[in-house]
């Protein structure tokens, strides 16, 4: 049914919704530099009384996105009395970011690895942290800025960064509690991860999450002695990161290898836990902190995931926690990274027909029936990333934000990245040129072109659809003093393997993410 209460047409016209749009869109800006906010005055009506602005991007590791993010963040800041900003990565890896921001004296490097899910390597997120660091520098600050991740750990790969805070919290408040611990769980987090799932029996993962959630219970028990002997604050992120170690185990668990099925599985744990992280944050925080949250569309969208219609965290926390506090923006544009117009019958395509380049749009303003609210309560392809997702906009939304064009955020490797570029014969290039086939979450397939030309490397992953591995354009990759090669512009890492058998590919991204492929056939130049 639409909002309506009636059911919408078969196919209805984009023609009404544009015209109503193009009276109510807001035209913006993203500039390099924040050097003013006169154009962000029209955010106060927007946001109202809700404390909970929730900011998504249609892709990962785009400029536009991470820039708006950080703008709106750093405007509320100054004008609205906000402090805290959440990010969509590693909560547990993330305490070392948040004690940063606070003051704590840690080298950029280990923050820059803390930020995980691909995260912390991009200059515009860095300069967030830096700049809420410095704002907390100054004593004259009316109120202290906080740095929160809500996702999990070890990109739900692996939970060791989970045991190693938990077991190193037991150490100090317990020790019968951490030889327990480390009994259950020092070899499992080595054994036992997203990658070895299939090897793991059904009685090995329940004896795991079972001894998981029995540390979560005696953490809870003792919260008097351990509260005394460390910390309100210790006491709590050991708490977090024993639900989250539970966690990890659950989503590792129930995960089939199958895509179709498997990826709902993961992705209804994961983002239950998200929705579990933000509320402890806020609790953390007060009730009447005002917070920006940032992730990609697909985790706050108010609507099921993809076609396998999994959980989303924004769906889950409003439908647990209410509405009445968040609001949910998300973000579109009319080109994909690689410039592709949207499909014809997507969403994508109608936004782009309302006028400005880049625009702010309410949509619980639109009419609740006729025409433009018939349109919104239709569900339609989506772009997410390089590919569609079935999305209803009026569902999915509270409000959205267009840039017409999108561009790769500015890369800013940490020290334990980076490797100088060393000469390799053109001979040796060439053999290496063809089309490899890399499997990555799930076991997608990831298809990336490599090959020789004008004396140097490049790749082309233009007939990729995930975005998030290696760049899906024609771009120059260099040859390392490490043996490995490098993007200029891409934090992933990539290695070609030669021996008798085809050339053999991995591709490792921050935070220890690795993905194998192999040559397929030739390269085939778009």
């Not at 927007?46 to 404390?51: D, L």
């Not at 990010?87 to 490097?109: F, K, P, Q, T």
């Not at 860095?126 to 004593?139: D, I």
């Not at 030309?453 to 120059?476: H, I, N, R």
């Amino acid at each position: 049914m639409g909002k309506s209460g009636r059911p919408p047409e078969q196919n209805p016209s984009s023609d009404a919704f544009v015209e109503w749009a193009r009276e109510q869109a807001v035209a913006l800006s993203i500039p390099r530099h924040d050097d003013g906010y006169d154009d962000l005055g029209f955010i106060p009506a927007v946001i109202g009384a809700k404390r909970i602005v929730a900011v998504g991007e249609s892709a990962h590791y785009l400029h536009e996105w991470n820039r708006w993010r950080a703008r709106l963040f750093k405007y509320l800041v100054l004008e609205h009395g906000f402090s805290t900003f959440v990010l969509e990565s590693a909560l547990v890896e993330g305490r070392r970011v948040h004690d940063y921001v606070a003051g704590a004296d840690y080298d950029w490097d280990s923050i820059a690895l803390a930020i995980n899910n691909v995260w912390g390597v991009w200059t515009e997120i860095n300069e967030l942290v830096r700049w809420m660091r410095e704002w907390n520098a100054n004593p004259d600050r009316p109120r202290k800025l906080r740095f929160y991740g809500m996702d999990g750990t070890g990109n739900w790969a692996h939970a060791r960064h989970a045991y190693g805070a938990v077991h190193g919290f037991a150490c100090r408040v317990d020790q019968a509690l951490a030889d327990d611990i480390a009994r259950d769980f020092e070899q499992a987090v080595e054994e036992v991860t997203f990658t070895t799932r299939e090897q793991v029996t059904a009685s090995r993962f329940r004896d795991l999450i079972g001894a998981a959630s029995h540390v979560v219970s005696r953490i809870e028990q003792a919260r008097g002695a351990y509260t005394t002997a460390t910390s309100h604050d210790d006491y709590d992120w050991a708490l977090r990161c024993a639900q989250i170690l539970r966690d990890v185990f659950l989503a590792i668990a129930q995960t089939e290898v199958d895509f179709e099925v498997g990826f709902r599985q993961f992705w209804n744990v994961r983002d239950v836990s998200m929705a579990e992280s933000l509320r402890w944050i806020r609790e953390r925080e007060g009730q009447d902190v005002g917070m920006v949250v940032g992730a990609h569309n697909t985790h706050l969208q108010r609507y099921p995931v993809r076609p396998q219609k999994a959980i989303s965290m924004g769906s889950y926390f409003s439908d647990r926690f209410g509405r009445e506090d968040i609001l949910l923006i998300g973000s579109a544009s009319e080109r994909s990274l690689k410039g592709e117009p949207p499909r014809p019958d997507s969403n994508q395509a109608a936004y782009a027909d309302i006028g400005p380049d880049c625009f702010f749009l309410d949509l619980r303003e639109a009419p609740t029936s006729g025409p433009v609210a018939d349109w919104l309560a239709l569900e339609r392809p989506d772009r997410s990333n390089l590919r569609y997702q079935p999305v209803c906009a009026g569902n999915a939304w509270d409000c959205l934000i267009f840039h017409r064009t999108l561009s790769l955020a500015e890369v800013e490797l940490p020290g334990y990245l980076q490797s100088p570029p060393a000469e390799h014969s053109a001979d040796a290039l060439k053999r290496l040129s063809g089309r490899y086939v890399i499997y990555g979450f799930l076991a997608a397939i990831n298809t990336l072109d490599v090959f020789f030309e004008d004396g140097a490397l490049y790749t082309d992953g233009q007939d990729d659809t995930s975005g998030e591995v290696f760049p899906p354009f024609k771009t120059p990759i260099h040859f390392c003093r490490d043996g490995r090669f490098r993007w200029s512009i891409w934090p992933s890492i990539l290695e070609f393997h030669q021996g008798e058998g085809p050339v053999t590919v991995s591709v490792s991204t921050p935070g220890g993410a690795l993905y194998h492929g192999e040559r397929v056939g030739d390269a085939v130049r778009n």
